[in-house]
């Protein structure tokens, strides 16, 4: 019972969840029937269009609602099928098996919404002659090719409020609160929440720290009328030297806890640490984040209306272009040590630990 | 230089940072002032009180945009000299030096702000015949004698708010998400942001949890189709027969990450673990909690104004009136099996784990 | 084609939009479903009950995600067929009419979710021998019988929000603010607002005010360094020896904008005026409100399925009881001068204008 | 008692309050002093440059805990000595005796947080060779010269909240609710907030509206079965053929009033307007506007302290650059027809009314 439209469009969420995905989706949704598609929910990123597939008709009433929400009512799956290496014309290519059941499915076009890793599987398609456009998401920022993605500026929002919080605790107990956000290879949510919400020290990936120099902060503080001080710290920050130790799935803390215990140790204060995991993730998005998860939506069925492929929808300063999926894979956007925001911070007074 | 005004009025704030100290700082000062009153604001808790004190004349210019303001502009000391067993008659009894430095500083009353143990040392003082009227604080609400205190209305909204958020990943991913909130001997918040939030699971230490019921009732939800579900259990809820599991200081996680691992395992699903921790305590009060502070605030120098003395002001139904410290000590308001709201949830469906 | 299953419990939303009535109704359905009953939900208010009748059977699915969801999924009517006087024994009485449909449709009980017009039609309902039982809503807390109505707490987080922002204005501009928030015949709302967001002038139906008195408060914190003023008044007070203004429909402003109109004229100052309306009535319930939805939508179920009718579910304290529809109908709850939150405000300084 | 210390900067903040200012305020100082510079807080805007002179020294402890904190510390006004237009060469030109008096306060350069209005006055002190540099701000994002200005995206967040709240209402009770939101001259803010919010039309100043148009998109969602509808419109919005009609600043209502009314008429439907005001310029500003004003603060001293003068700090795309002031100057930054966000929200459905 499977339909022969050349006027379908697929849709689907791949990695993990940010918040701005079902914004995509319904942008999709509007614009796509608008045009007079057919929009394809595909379930489970990549995976619903193994074996049997999985996916649904959306339609306008479908969407409804949706801009608001957080999650994504497609499903997603960080890895499966498409998480190993290719092994190109072997017997059971997930990579063929998609392509045919997209094509048995009347799908013109497939939207793919993720982070590098999806629009790495997106390239492959397109070098299959398979048309498909990329929606940059990640909260991480870390995409290249794109100013932000979407999902960042709700994760920013959340890691700001929660310095809020521990600022009054920090300055009422003259205490030490070290946040660990996410990132873990890259410092923009520490970056850009800590200079927002004010942060004393911040700690990234990209610049190892010594645990001596930012003790050695905090007793300046201290030394100078503050007696607290707030450390944020990326999941990923590292010390001179040494490895990234990121939290075990069991009980076992990553690098916010093991630097709040030597923090501690070597200024004699109460420390106390705080992991903001998942809670980045989730939740409404911000409305930054839904009119541009809004805007990549729409950008992306128009690219497809107009043949194009293999590309991914960008913001470029105020604008919304397509970028070959090449420039958004293979790498990720890191910060730059003269980065003007980091010298804003400096000449603030902010610690990076170096 | 230390005046002999009669008509002075002490306040400090004691024990942990929670939302609205600052409001009720506010609601004394400018109480206090408008009946003809010199404010001392003691610093650091009872700790103010002893050796050369430390303190400060409030004016209503001091507490100026301070209802909205998180934390305590007194600062506060969770032990000290009143931490330990009072040793009565001994040389150094810090109650009888705290005692003479108050009547030194001319002090016709004290209001002081905490919990369970800032009260009990409240009443050591009352019972010296110190003037002495307590406000009740701590976001736990396991104080007796009153039906709120402040704090506690602003911590069920973050806890809320962060259910909310790992309720959409939840949901995309088919995950298991562990939210672990404040709550050592007492279930209050577990319980009130569980319904608020829609848990499927609460688990608090009134009711001793067993890990194969809670992992059965996620598999019944993945069975009629709910493939995520949100547990919420309090820092201090144990499983049958055992022992409570608290967080070290360090970095081995508490009964939130224990409890995760087991249901991975029982359930073979996707779990997480979030902590909230010190999020729970900081930031602005709620428009509930600025109010009740204010109340409490007003209320308790009325009370020294008409002579009260060795009573907390307390919340009872809508009206605001004073109680013997005597009901407000030694022991912790904790939630009955049949209380209504456990019953509620039951009946929604929820699982306690027993 | 219409069931006859003596097992049906019936809901209905009737009034104005409040937060809290999604998180009612699937507490309702939640909670029914549990016991065996099958839930009917009633479209449009009353008005779902008259002619071919409008209703939807409401399963668990239906409620999944509505907790945290404003508005009412089964839309409300404000007048209708139950609007006007009802004229018993006339051939055409709404009420034979809707009482014979709600039979037919094999209900065992019917929950109306409203406010004081909507319990007095329920108490009709209950005199006709139906088996009804009333939950009490509305943002304006004025429906007696019960210590809290849902929607109010939300209510007044938006409008303390309100007054925290246009306190900045203020301050920065040394100008007058004043904002009008709903409360026609009671002030409950710019009372427990004003004192949450620090105002200085609460203006309330039960207390007539004096314009010159109000300028005068004014003056006196210019004069006393606050050049700025917050001054929040309920839709429904009136001067001295005056009348209610309620804003026309059209583009005639009420009693915040002549009173701001006014106190520009007497104080001098720049004076500004921003009216809340339907934003107090919209959005996510707090958790105090999905709890106290929660609960009433569970306990009207309880009620129903233990046989008790002409009750309303009610807060008192901190329980959850019953009483008869008789004492939440015929008046409204208007704030006592004598009032302690009145009190403490007067003692603070504010100013009631009289 | 004035000092002649050539290492003085002075900072004023002028023109309509916005979330922001006091995060600019904060950033000038820390960077300043961190250079070895003294700070000078000019107070209300240029007019503390008049006369006596209004200013005090700021140092870090001036603007602790000020980066969350909406309004300036230093005030601000509107009008004044330099809202006329100059007359050169006249015996009491302000700009002559403000410059003197800059100049006896030995300032090095200037600093001027404002809009239009504000770069203007700054470049005709820029033209006397007065050392000075603008900080862009307006909640509007009308100026020109720069991608952002610092409070638009907490007014945007304002306006997308109300808009969220007025959903849940307008679909509960099938309502027309109509959102009048600031911006005289431009529409960004109803353009963003639309999308973001998700309504359903959206009426500018750039794009004249018709009534009829609006009234028949609202009717064609009814006919397929949307009984609901969401209009946000500019202040300055106006019909083809018209005149803008703002609001009175006594009780008359402006477009959104007029609109509702008209809408009503025209369609039959229970049609409702909430005029947001001055709820846009208040509050926290959001992670975002506090790291854009952090970065304009600090860019702003870097500037000054590089010998750069007559410029204003500007973002452009990721970066802070300077540009000069005769670009901020002179006209404002409207919205062009065929913007992105136009076409986004118009192939999704959305009506301009046009």
Known sequence: MIAKNPQRIGVLTSGGDAPGLNAV??????????LGYEVLGIEDGFEGLIGETKYRVLTNNDVRGLLPAGGTILGTTNKGHFGGKRVIGSEDDPYLEAKANAERLGMRG?????????QAIALEFAKLGMSIVGVPKTIDNDLPGTDRTF??????????????????????????????????????IALHAGIAGGSDVILIPEIPFDSNIVAERILERERSGSAFSI???????????????????????????M??????????????CVVLGHLQRGGSPTPYDRLLST??????VNAIHN??????????????VTVPLEEATGHIKTIRPHNDMI????????????
């Not at 919080?165 to 609160?177: C, F, G, I, K, P």
């Not at 805007?295 to 992306?300: D, N, S, V």
């Not at 492929?309 to 105020?318: D, H, K, P, T």
């Open 25 to 34: 989706i319904r942008a999709v949704v509007k614009t796509a029937v608008n």
């Open 110 to 118: 497939l939207i793919t919404i993720g982070g590098e890793g999806t």
């Open 151 to 188: 999902g960042f500026d709700t994760a920013l929002l959340v890691a700001t409020d929660a310095i809020d919080r521990l600022h009054t605790t920090a300055a009422s107990h003259d205490r030490v609160m070290v946040l660990e956000v996410m990132g873990r290879h890259v410092g923009w």
């Open 231 to 257: 450390v944020v710290v990326s999941e990923g920050a590292f010390p001179k030297g040494g490895q990234p130790l990121y939290a075990n799935r069991g009980r076992l803390g990553g690098v916010g806890f």
């Open 259 to 272: 630097l709040t215990d030597q923090l501690a140790e070597l200024t004699g204060k109460d420390c106390r």
């Open 295 to 300: 805007r990549y939506g729409a950008a992306a």
């Open 307 to 320: 043949g194009i492929s293999g590309e991914m929808v960008a913001l470029r300063a105020q604008e919304i």
């Open 343 to 354: 010298r804003t911070a400096r000449g603030m007074g902010v610690s990076f630990g170096d």
